[in-house]
Every structure is written in C-alpha cells, then in structure tokens.
C-alpha cells in the first residue's frame, strides 16, 4: 500500500513581497508574570500560575504585550534583520505573500 501525501498545486506565481521577524523581550518566569499580574491588576494568581507551570511544564515564556491595560494588542518588537543589516535583504514592512 503507497501513501500518497495531500497535495496542493495552483498554476499563479507567487512572490514574497518582504519579509520580517521581531523578538520579544528577555523571557519571564511564572511567578514574575504572576507577580506583575498581581501588581498592575489586583489579581493574586500565583498558586493557579505555579500549579499549572508544574502541569504543562513551561517555566519562562517572552511576553509580546506590556500589560499596561487588561485588553491590549501586542508591542512592537524589535528588528531582527532587514535592509542594511546582516543577512537582511529587501523590505521589512510585511510578511506577506503577493500574487502575480
């Protein structure tokens, strides 16, 4: 018996109109992002944070947003490569995949 793969042609050319990456900050462990919850929101969730650290087994994480409101998009990151910086080349402005 062959296995045969799902696959997926279509017969328009496709160019990558820029691309970019943006890395969050240094990573933070449970109870410091319990700790800043409970700091900037009234809210104590450490037990609950550290219980479920101990369960999924993820001890630090980088944070994408500055908890400065409870509803918010994500910060800005920073560059990692773009023009005039290594191995950076063409735009930075979007990551997506135009079609011709």
């Keep these: 018996m062959n296995f045969v793969p799902n696959t997926w042609m279509d017969c ?6 820029g691309a970019a990456s943006a890395l ?4 933070v462990t449970t109870r410091e992002l319990a ?4 700091e900037r929101f009234g809210v104590d969730l450490t037990r609950r944070a550290l219980k479920m650290e101990r369960r999924l087994n993820i001890h630090r ?3 994408a947003r500055d908890f400065a409101a409870c509803q918010e998009g994500t910060r800005a990151g920073r560059r990692q490569c773009g023009p005039g910086r290594p191995g950076g080349t063409g735009s930075t402005q979007s990551g997506r995949v135009a079609s011709k």
């Design 35 to 38: 700790e800043r919850i409970a």
């Design 61 to 63: 994480r980088h944070l």
């Design 12 to 17: 328009r050319t496709l160019a990558v109109s």
């Design 24 to 27: 969050p900050g240094e990573p």
